[in-house]
């Protein structure tokens, strides 16, 4: 048989807006008895898991502790995103080392913004930050009035996709971060669990 229930689930912005929809409607679909609670968080805190507040956190992890057990879901890529009508913007690549006169706009969160630099060091390109915005939709509305650049994760092969925005992706390997499901180690069985990550995209 079945058991249906709550299951909580904690994610960022980023992956509450564009990895998390087709997965729950797939969920949805084929577990109708699995009610669903979204929890958007800043960062990917993990306490919320050990707590127990959360039954799982999807998300980009740096490391994986040894309590957290984990199922790679996606694979957020960096993209550099420019104006539309940027001079450059015409470009297949777009050398960071020709945007170092142009403002940089960043996360505000330290730990968000330090991937970004980890990217653009890798590349060569600025490391200054001019501008600070607290989510990727944020950052593409500044870039679409042409206060600057930036560089920001999607899980999509193209990148993302804002009015008035080009984005071309980073290809290196330090511009590419893991999403993870991560849920504690320890813990009883949990079918809606198991139930949500059998229908998990792949990464």
């Keep these: 048989g079945t058991m ?14 564009r990895l998390l929809p087709a997965w729950l409607r797939r969920l949805q679909t084929k577990r109708p008895d699995i009610k669903v609670v979204l ?11 050990r707590a127990g507040k959360a039954d799982v956190l999807v998300d980009y992890l740096p490391h994986v502790p040894e309590d957290i057990a984990v199922r790679q879901v996606a694979i957020n890529r960096a993209f550099l995103v420019l104006q539309a009508r940027h001079p450059l913007a015409a470009r297949k690549r777009i050398p960071l080392s020709a945007l170092v006169d142009t403002p940089f706009i960043s996360y505000s969160d330290p730990s968000l913004r ?21 989510s990727a939709d944020t950052i593409l509305a500044f870039v679409a009035s042409g206060i600057g650049f930036s560089l920001v994760p999607s899980p999509f092969m193209n ?3 804002f009015p008035g925005v080009v984005a071309r992706r980073l290809s290196l390997s330090e511009a590419e971060f893991p999403v993870y499901a991560a849920w504690r180690a320890r813990m009883p069985k949990n079918p809606l669990l198991d139930a949500a990550l059998a229908l998990a995209p792949s990464p």
Excluded: M
């Design 4 to 17: 249906g229930g709550t299951l909580k689930i904690c994610a960022t912005q980023l992956v509450l807006r």
């Design 39 to 49: 929890q958007e968080v800043r960062t990917a805190d993990l306490s919320l898991v």
């Design 114 to 134: 330090d991937l970004q630099l980890r990217a653009l060091n890798a590349d060569g390109g600025p490391t200054h930050s001019s501008h600070f915005a607290d």
């Design 159 to 161: 990148g993302p996709k």
